[in-house]
């Protein structure tokens, strides 16, 4: 337990652009505990989405390194990377992101099923943790923005990764829906000990977080 | 007497699979000619074919050998078989003819296959001199009464001339000629030349070799060699060294001892035939060809001539794979006497 | 892992069956008119195969003889080695059919038909002998049910319909020849060293049977028309498939992101991906295989009728199962659906894993790609024409059909797209600028149903045209060539003389129609000599001829030739042809000869009856004003069999029906591809409509009622098929002229007059609107009854 659950040194990362190259990272380092929820703030193209990926093994930076969950990702060949994120990763994306011809129940449990630790107890609490009992046999197509973002955080939690990723989870939600969705993420995100970076441009969200990174032009300010 | 190929020139007749014996052997004789006690043989119209019976074989066996030793057997066979009696010009003939030659070593056996119909000249048999033929196989009279014959065939890897020659007369067998076949008394006509001195060229994959040796000529007709429960037979045609030939057969009988008899002839061609209890042939060893068993190796006892002999095939694989299979090939005789001989097993 | 990624993929079906319906039907039916095709061709081949390895194996070397082979000359060869076996033919005449006997000697034979084989060692007298029994196809067996002067017949498979198999002396005493011989076929291995053959008979020639044998080489051309079928069937329904895959991919575009970053390596993705293709596309080619078989099974007895009368080629009309062409159809069920869904799995390979997760529109292509496509579509024009000039013909002539049709098809898009946007351009008021710009907004996602509608169309209007064109000169071509009232055909020679005595005060003309076969060019011909009559005179259907060439012919000067061996031969009027082996004439006059596979020359009864001083005289035409009435003569008075007397009408009524089913399978299959056609086109405009809320929910909420914007989508989907159909009417007539032009004259050997038929082509307008409108009407009332809440939810979702 002495190891932070994620270490990223000097990640740097950048796109190309028509007018040349544009730095999006430029030396970003940080540490994440296990059980440690931390905020990523910072203006629309300040990298906090990339930084992101980068730690959530779904991109890779042009230089630095990262550590997650004891694995360096750097000489991590797609198939590893994919097998890193299925079972230590739970990703919350901003649009959901769920699988339209799956129903709320089969979502869930989809992640846990990939990566093989799908825990039938668990989900059925989870599902009723995140009120989505009455609706486990819905479509996300008939399901409201927040009831989406709960089925896809129950998807994040269900094979209990170590470390939780949501990109912006509440930027889809009115301003209510979006306490309820965090204080939910947070509460389970305390009870299995993973630990959470969340993107957030809402200075109000991201007071509710152990930690904050404030992210200005690629940098750690 | 000689049973032996008569169920190949009975091949059409009817199914093998009948219970009428072996290839329908036990067949009825309508309108067909039957052989009749006391009818005597006459010469040289009865070495022609009797198209009013319904089967008929030219039938030649021989023991030979090589510079090196080495023991050769040789068969060369025409059978006659009718669909119904009688001869005609063109396709409306009743009569079919069927070949076969065979060639015998200690380690291989070629044999093959040839099939006519009459009235077509593509098979038969002609006097003035004596012929036998079909296709290019022949068997030439060189001289009067089949003293003296050539004898030519080939097939798939193997083919063979020979000249024969015999000096005392025809053996009649049986009761002058009449040959009983059966508990039943169903008989053929038979005459037979155990003392032809061989000699010619056998030519093998391996090249020609010069060979000497015996033949046997047999010559039978009938119409209904076989009795209805009568299932195969095993024959021998032994040379003895001491100049004696043996003729002898087994006819197996579906639900009863097989039906045994024979010929004891003299090197000065005096014939005696044995009744049923003066011989015995008993098998020794089996032996497994083309997936079946067969008795290879014989003890023949003629009690009565202070004979017991060995017999055993010189190559145990001498299958006829032919339109109706039998096992037929050379052997060596050993026991109370030497010699050389055939072999031949049906029904099996 | 690879169960939960497989779930939720296919999971995408569960949610939308109707695509997967599509995707099934469409290779389904792709599959059915391909093997369908393949299963005819390969039975008829197979019956071909059967009537030239009479003995097994390949076709076999004969020795024939002027007069018949002798049985001296029989047992010669035997005798001297050679394996020869005999076999005696005959024709059998019973119950009004003609019967091929054919005699052999399965003691000798090469080989056997396996039913004969299996019955000589089983029970040999049941088939060797006067008495014994003959062997025919089971469906010649059917027709000769309780027939009088047979022999006990027994059915066996691997025999050609309308031969009897017997043993050579069964057949000796059916046809009265005692020891007659055909002729003696050459076993395929002879031993070494035999002495010549003319040496042992010197009289025999020996013959070695062309390669697949006449009937096989005749038919090829009718069957490559067939496989062209059925590929361009395959093609439309292509269209389908590719459609159908393109837009599951599409959708899935989203899941597929989203299973990426859930931790699914892209290479099991893509494995998943194609594993779930071609399990689909397997059971799709089962079911198309076996409904291929039920059509086939339902146009064999047709395709069976044609080969018969056009060919003389016998067709068992029953359909065997043979895992050839079942496996073959299979195969090609697997290489569409993956040729279809290549450029999906590509750009999935491509796709970036943190690219939009947006839905494209579907196969949006911009006007370059339509440019690039048009491009290829012009290439693939000049590709066909460079083929069909570089290419035997009827190969080149299909080479030309290919590029044209497809070519056509490319360029279908951009034509489309240029004519809306000329429209838009010149449309002032709001609605209808928005009707233009929108429905060139559509084109892209209906091109490919579209495409398909412009094949389907096209080959209804060229088809049809040809078989109109053929129907008319064929009809004309029979009035001219069957002049005399009565063909009547005498049994032998002394009732020939005495039918001409009987006749000669009778009838007007009695008109001998004797011949001699021959061999011209290569291939079995025949002869014909015929009396000077104003008969053929005013009759018969030249189409070029030198002004004096009846005087000319009538002197024994020169001879008239059918097209097919002009053409064939590349003769010209003028040139000298060797009619018979040492006798030559010019060429005078060439005549239509439509329906005759082979080469016909004509010339003087006199000159070649001089010739050929053996010539049978036995059939003759009778010209008479009261054919009825000579016909009862000849039957009461003359004693003719009623089966020898064959009046005009009854040959005619027989033409036109081998004509007509010739064009019977032409026509099936054509009806079908145009179904296949409609069904792209209706899965095309509901996909389309699933996707259009968000484009008419602007327009609605601008005041356009649900009801009208309904009718809008009809009267679009109208004119889209209907401006297609304006393009397959052109496209179909140049099809019609490649086929009557090259395809006709390489397939048939003769060339035909083109005539067109504009009802035709109103009719395939028709039928291209009623389909896109009964395509339409589906999502149109979906539309019409979608409520406003849906409406409203697009922007309510709109980002």
Redesign the interface.
């Known amino acids: 337990m002495t190891q932070p659950l994620i270490t990223a040194s000097d990640l740097t990362k950048s796109f190309p652009a028509p007018g040349g190259a544009v730095q999006v990272l430029a030396g970003v380092s940080l540490t994440l505990e296990r059980g440690e929820t931390l905020a990523l703030t910072g203006e629309s193209g300040s990298g906090k989405s990339t930084l992101l990926h980068l730690l959530g093994a779904l991109d890779a930076p042009d230089s630095g390194e990262i550590t997650l969950d004891g694995k360096a990702l750097g000489g991590l060949n797609e198939a590893a990377r994919a097998k890193l994120r299925r079972q230590s990763v739970g990703l919350v994306f901003q649009q959901f992101n769920l699988i339209p011809s799956l129903d709320v129940a089969a979502n869930i449990a989809f992640q846990a099923r990939l990566a093989g630790r799908y825990d039938a107890a668990w989900a059925t609490e989870l599902a009723a943790r995140l009120g989505l009992t009455e609706l486990t046999h819905r479509y996300p197509e008939e399901l409201s923005g927040g009831q989406q973002q709960r089925v896809a955080i129950g998807r994040a939690l269900a094979g209990r990764p170590p470390v939780l990723l949501a990109d912006e989870p509440t930027g889809s939600l009115d301003e209510a829906t979006a306490d309820d969705v965090l204080d939910l993420m947070l509460a389970l995100v305390a009870e299995t000990g993973a630990g959470l970076i969340t993107v957030t441009h809402s200075e109000r969200l991201a007071a509710r977080f152990g930690r904050r990174l404030h992210l200005r032009r690629g940098q750690v300010t | 007497m000689n049973v032996k190929a008569a169920f190949a020139a009975l091949?059409?007749?009817?199914?093998q699979?009948t219970a009428q014996g072996f290839a329908g052997l036990g067949t009825q004789a309508e309108g067909f000619a039957v052989p009749e006690r006391g009818t005597p043989l006459t010469f040289p119209q009865d070495h022609q074919a009797h198209p009013d019976y319904r089967i008929e074989w030219w039938y030649i066996t021989a023991n030979l050998t090589g510079p090196d030793g080495t023991d050769y057997g040789v068969q060369w066979t025409l059978f006659r078989s009718a669909?119904?009696p009688g001869t005609d010009?063109?396709?409306?003939?009743?009569q079919?003819w069927m070949g076969h030659a065979a060639l015998t070593t200690p380690t291989a056996h070629h044999h093959a296959e040839r099939?006519?119909?009459g009235?077509?000249?593509?098979a038969g048999v002609a006097p003035a001199p004596f012929a036998a033929?079909i296709?290019?196989w022949q068997m030439l009279g060189t001289g009067p009464d089949m003293d003296s014959l050539a004898l030519t065939a080939?097939g798939e890897g193997f083919a063979y001339a020979l000249t024969l020659n015999a000096e005392p007369p025809l053996i009649l067998q049986g009761e002058a000629g009449y040959s009983v076949k059966s508990r039943d008394g169903q008989a053929s006509f038979y005459y037979s030349q155990p003392f032809y001195q061989a000699q010619g060229t056998l030519t093998l994959p391996e090249g020609e070799v010069p060979v000497t040796g015996t033949a046997w000529l047999d010559r039978e007709w009938s119409s209904q060699p076989l009795s209805e429960s009568q299932t195969g037979w095993d024959w021998v045609s032994l040379s003895l060294d001491d100049g004696r030939r043996i003729m002898g057969f087994a006819l197996r009988e579906e639900d009863a001892p097989a039906f045994h008899s024979g010929t004891v002839i003299e090197a000065d061609g005096t014939a005696t035939p044995l009744s049923p209890e003066e011989i015995t042939l008993t098998p020794l060893a089996m032996a497994q060809t083309h997936g079946r068993s067969l008795p290879v190796e014989w003890q023949v006892t003629l009690p009565g001539h202070s004979i017991d002999v060995t017999i055993k095939a010189v190559n145990p694989e001498a299958w006829m794979d032919t339109?109706f299979p039998y096992w037929e090939g050379p052997v060596r005789i050993s026991g109370s006497h030497t010699g050389r001989g055939y072999l031949e097993m049906t029904g099996y | 892992m690879i169960r939960t990624a497989l779930g939720a993929l296919l999971s995408h079906w569960r949610r939308r069956p109707g695509q997967l319906a599509t995707l099934l039907i469409g290779l389904m039916l792709a599959t059915a008119l391909f093997s369908a095709v393949q299963a005819i061709n390969t039975e008829a081949r197979a019956s071909y195969g059967r009537a030239a390895a009479l003995f097994g194996g390949a076709p076999l070397d004969s020795l024939r003889a002027e007069g018949g082979v002798t049985l001296a000359d029989y047992a010669a060869l035997r005798r001297a080695g050679w394996r020869v076996s005999p076999v005696l033919e005959g024709d059998l005449r019973v119950t009004g059919q003609s019967l091929r006997l054919i005699g052999i000697d399965p003691l000798t034979a090469p080989a056997l038909p396996s039913a004969i084989g299996a019955a000589l060692t089983r029970a040999p007298t049941d088939i060797l002998g006067t008495g014994a029994m003959a062997f025919t196809a089971p469906q010649t067996l059917a027709t000769l049910e309780g027939a009088a002067g047979l022999p006990p017949l027994r059915a066996a498979e691997g025999i050609p319909p309308g031969r009897i198999i017997a043993d050579i002396a069964l057949a000796a005493r059916l046809l009265g020849q005692p020891s007659g011989i055909t002729r003696l076929v050459l076993a395929p291995e002879q031993p070494s060293n035999l002495p010549p053959i003319a040496e042992i008979a010197p009289g025999l020639t020996r013959e070695t049977p062309e390669a697949g044998g006449d009937i096989a080489r005749l038919t090829d051309s009718f069957h490559l028309n067939l496989t062209a079928f059925g590929l361009l069937s395959f093609a439309v329904g292509l269209f389908i498939v590719h459609g159908a895959i393109g837009l599951a991919f599409e959708q899935r575009r989203p899941m597929l992101r989203s299973l990426r970053a859930l931790g699914v390596p892209l290479r099991s993705l893509i494995a998943l991906l194609l594993a779930e293709i071609m399990t689909l596309a397997l059971i799709a080619g089962a079911l198309g295989v076996t409904l291929g078989y039920l059509v086939a099974g339902a146009l064999l007895p047709d395709v069976a009728a044609t080969l018969r009368g056009l060919y003389g080629a016998e067709v068992s009309g029953g359909l065997q199962f043979r895992p050839a062409w079942a496996l073959g159809g299979l195969a090609v069920a697997l290489g569409g659906a993956a040729l279809a869904s290549g450029s999906s799995l590509w750009r999935v390979a491509q796709m970036p894993l943190l690219s939009a997760a947006q839905p494209r529109a579907w196969a949006r292509a911009s006007g370059a790609a339509l440019r690039r496509q048009a491009l290829a579509g012009a290439a693939l024009f000049a590709l066909g024409l460079l083929a069909s000039l570089a290419l035997p013909s009827l190969t080149g002539g299909f080479a030309l059909l290919a590029g044209l049709l497809i070519g056509a098809a490319l360029i279908l898009p951009m034509l489309l797209t240029a004519g809306l946007a000329l429209g838009q351009s010149r449309a002032k008021a709001g609605l209808p600028q928005w009707l233009w710009a929108d429905t060139r907004q559509q084109v892209p996602g209906l091109s490919l149903a579209l495409m398909a509608l412009l094949l389907a169309l096209a080959t209804t209007v060229g088809v049809g045209t040809m078989v109109s064109s053929f129907r008319l000169t064929f009809t004309g071509w029979l009035d001219q060539r069957l002049a005399s009232e009565l063909y009547v055909t005498a049994r032998t020679e002394e009732e020939g003389a005495a039918l001409r005595a009987f006749l000669a005060p009778r009838a007007d003309a009695v008109l001998p129609i004797w011949s001699a076969p021959t061999r011209l060019n290569g291939r079995a011909a025949e002869v014909y000599g015929f009396a000077d009559h104003p008969t053929y005179r005013d009759n018969w259907p030249i189409l070029s001829g030198l002004p004096e060439m009846w005087d000319q012919v009538a002197r024994g000067e020169a001879a008239l030739v059918n097209e097919q061996l002009a053409r064939r031969a590349d003769l010209t009027l003028g040139q000298n042809l060797e009619i018979l082996p040492g006798w030559s004439l010019p060429i005078a006059g060439i005549y239509s000869d439509y329906g005759n596979p082979e080469g016909q020359v004509m010339t003087s009864l006199t000159a070649l009856a001089a010739q050929v001083p053996n010539l049978p005289r036995l059939r003759h035409g009778v010209r008479s004003n009261s054919p009825a009435a000579l016909r009862e003569a000849l039957i009461s008075d003359f004693g003719l069999p009623p089966d020898a007397i064959t009046d005009q009408a009854s040959i005619k009524a027989f033409s036109l029906g081998v004509f007509e089913r010739t064009f019977t399978v032409t026509a099936a299959l054509n009806v079908l591809t145009l179904g296949v056609a409609g069904f792209a086109l209706l899965t095309a405009f509901l996909t389309l409509s699933s996707m259009r809320l968000p484009q008419l929910a602007p327009v609605w909420a601008q005041g356009i009622t649900r009801r009208r914007l309904g009718q809008i989508e009809l009267a679009r989907s109208a004119a889209l098929a209907g401006f297609t159909a304006l393009l397959a009417i052109p496209l179909g007539l140049a099809l019609a002229w490649v086929l009557l032009k090259v395809v006709n004259v390489a397939a048939f050997g003769w060339e035909l007059p083109m005539f067109v038929f504009p009802l035709q082509w109103l009719l395939a307008l028709g039928l291209a609107v009623l389909a896109a409108l009964l395509a339409a009407w589906i999502p149109m009332r979906r539309l019409a009854r979608t409520p406003p809440a849906r409406f409203l939810q697009v922007f309510a979702h709109e980002r």
């Open positions: 091949l059409l007749m009817a199914a699979a669909t119904a010009e063109g396709w409306q003939n009743p079919v099939l006519a119909r009235g077509t000249g593509q033929w296709d290019t080939e339109t």
